[in-house]
């Protein structure tokens, strides 16, 4: 033992020394390691940058997303690649929701420019996101789709599906039946060939699940395919 312990290693931790800029009210969100460098959004009061840190986590540049709409922003999500990452977010302009896009490099600077994947009309302020962004696991296919809840026995679904260049491959608009009061679905993906999957369960009043489907909306069609599971009496959650 004696002979070993000068040959073992000890784990090394790096961290990022705080900014004088960071503080309780700011939110920040880890976009990942792009061409080297990690990448972390942050915004405050309405400002927006992000912070470029090296291998080190020492803070290499901070850049200002001066595109992005200083009030009324919802959402934003970050698709990191090898070299650049996707930013996709959602604004309140008037009654119109607006789902964007942009290429951000290695140093969190925007090089293309801003690409509208879709908008929707609403009559009221948006707190909470009308959009959910996903990737495919090979990061080759993005979807945004949304839901309109509106009629609780018939929710409509709509797609749009882009290639890793956001260029547009398909869009479906779908209605889903909700023939019970406690139906409800989740867990939202797709796959390599741009397949929606997602679950659609039912919960009895003592939130146990009862039944279960799971729903296919294949890539290059508007169909809706449904799978229910016999699960019998085993418990499912």
């Given at each position: 033992?004696?002979?070993?312990?000068?040959?073992?290693?000890?784990?090394?931790?790096?961290?990022?020394?705080?900014?004088?800029?960071?503080?309780?009210?700011?939110?920040?969100?880890?976009?990942?390691?792009?061409?080297?460098?990690?990448?972390?959004?942050?915004?405050?009061?309405?400002?927006?940058?992000?912070?470029?840190?090296?291998?080190?986590?020492?803070?290499?540049?901070?850049?200002?997303?001066?595109?992005?709409?200083?009030?009324?922003?919802?959402?934003?999500?970050?698709?990191?690649?090898?070299?650049?990452?996707?930013?996709?977010?959602?604004?309140?302009?008037?009654?119109i929701v607006?789902?964007?896009?942009?290429?951000?490099?290695?140093?969190?600077?925007?090089?293309?420019?801003?690409?509208?994947?879709?908008?929707?009309?609403?009559?009221?302020?948006?707190?909470?996101?009308?959009?959910?962004?996903?990737?495919?696991?090979?990061?080759?296919?993005?979807?945004?789709?949304?839901?309109?809840?509106?009629?609780?026995?018939?929710?409509?679904?709509?797609?749009?599906?882009?290639?890793?260049?956001?260029?547009?491959?398909?869009?479906?608009?779908?209605?889903?039946?909700?023939?019970?009061?406690?139906?409800?679905?989740?867990?939202?993906?797709?796959?390599?060939?741009?397949?929606?999957?997602?679950?659609?369960?039912?919960?009895?009043?003592?939130?146990?699940?009862?039944q279960a489907?799971?729903?296919?909306?294949?890539?290059?069609?508007?169909?809706?395919?449904?799978?229910?599971?016999?699960?019998?009496?085993?418990?499912l959650d």
């Amino acid at each position: 033992l004696l002979i070993t312990t000068g040959f073992l290693q000890a784990q090394k931790i790096v961290y990022s020394e705080p900014d004088r800029e960071d503080n309780r009210r700011m939110n920040f969100e880890i976009i990942g390691k792009t061409g080297g460098n990690f990448l972390v959004y942050k915004n405050m009061r309405g400002n927006h940058w992000i912070s470029v840190y090296d291998n080190d986590m020492k803070m290499v540049k901070k850049v200002d997303q001066e595109f992005l709409p200083s009030d009324r922003l919802i959402n934003i999500d970050f698709f990191p690649y090898t070299d650049f990452s996707y930013m996709v977010y959602q604004f309140q302009k008037k009654n119109i929701v607006y789902c964007m896009a942009v290429k951000l490099d290695e140093m969190g600077n925007k090089i293309s420019e801003v690409v509208q994947l879709d908008t929707t009309q609403i009559n009221f302020s948006a707190d909470n996101k009308i959009y959910t962004t996903l990737s495919s696991e090979d990061k080759e296919k993005i979807m945004v789709f949304k839901i309109n809840s509106k009629n609780r026995k018939l929710y409509q679904l709509s797609t749009r599906l882009f290639d890793k260049e956001l260029k547009h491959l398909k869009s479906s608009d779908l209605v889903i039946p909700m023939e019970d009061r406690q139906d409800n679905l989740d867990e939202f993906h797709i796959d390599n060939e741009g397949d929606l999957v997602f679950t659609k369960f039912t919960r009895n009043n003592n939130d146990n699940i009862t039944q279960a489907s799971f729903m296919i909306k294949p890539a290059t069609t508007d169909d809706l395919i449904v799978n229910n599971l016999n699960f019998g009496e085993q418990y499912l959650d």
